[in-house]
Antibody, heavy 121, light 110 residues
Framework: EVQLVESGGVVVQPGGSLRLSCAASGFTFDDYTMHWVRQPPGKGLEWVSLISWDGRTTYYTDSVKGRFTISRDNSKNSLYLQMNSLNTEDTALYYC??????????????WGQGALVTVSS | QSALTQPASVSGSPGQSITISCTGTSSDVGSYNYVSWYQQHPGKAPKLMIYEVSNRPSGVSNRFSGSKSGNTASLTISGLQAEDEADYYCTSYTSSSPYVFGTGTKVTVL
């Protein structure tokens, strides 16, 4: 059974930093691209970032470029999101998602339960 | 990259069919067959319902179907049931982002 478990969500002040983690199990982690998707309270889904199976290729949505860094440790079956220079618009539930195919064209077939990040003074 | 456009809400009576549209551009929906649909119940994580325009994952009811014409993709739910009441989101691969979600549609079963 595929499981994705996020951790690291907390309340942080504007301008602060935070690292989210996602522990994966139930599949061959280093075969798949992984994504972060976020959802502000009461709002819709927003794709944030992806990282290829080998960590060599990353993409970001424009609003987080230069502030967020996605990474992975295949030896630990773990995905990370380093978030710097946080602002109130980054407040959201952050989901770790598994890509459904090899490569990064396609869809998200499994989702974690999310980690809540609240940016507030 | 602007969000794909979905109707804010769609409703129907049990047993009826409803269709949710997802309108993009020639840079996303119109150029790629990588449109997928997700169902989200309150307080729950999204669940994949349709991938690559019209394919259903194992375990998803055949009452759910997807299609695409030009820059618009559609999700149809036939034989509407109370358990289908949820939010639905489309997403597409794009030439720039590389992914963009739709604005989301709340489905109400009357």
């Amino acid at each position: 059974e595929v499981q994705l478990v996020e951790s690291g969500g907390v309340v942080v002040q504007p301008g602060g930093s935070l690292r989210l983690s996602c522990a994966a199990s139930g599949f061959t982690f280093d075969d798949y691209t992984m994504h972060w998707v976020r959802q502000p309270p009461g709002k819709g889904l927003e794709w944030v970032s992806l990282i290829s199976w080998d960590g060599r290729t990353t993409y970001y949505t424009d609003s987080v470029k230069g502030r967020f860094t996605i990474s992975r440790d295949n030896s630990k079956n773990s995905l990370y999101l380093q978030m710097n220079s946080l602002n109130t618009e980054d407040t959201a539930l952050y989901y770790c998602t598994k890509h459904g195919t090899s490569g990064w064209y396609g869809y998200f077939d499994y989702w974690g339960q999310g980690a809540l990040v609240t940016v507030s003074s | 990259q602007s969000a794909l456009t979905q109707p804010a809400s769609v409703s129907g009576s049990p047993g009826q069919s409803i269709t949710i549209s997802c309108t993009g551009t020639s840079s996303d929906v119109g150029s790629y067959n990588y449109v997928s649909w997700y169902q989200q119940h309150p307080g729950k994580a999204p669940k994949l319902m349709i991938y690559e325009v019209s394919n259903r994952p194992s375990g998803v009811s055949n009452r759910f179907s997807g299609s695409k014409s030009g820059n618009t993709a559609s999700l149809t739910i036939s034989g509407l049931q109370a358990e289908d009441e949820a939010d639905y989101y489309c997403t597409s691969y794009t030439s720039s982002s590389p992914y963009v979600f739709g604005t989301g549609t709340k489905v109400t079963v009357l």
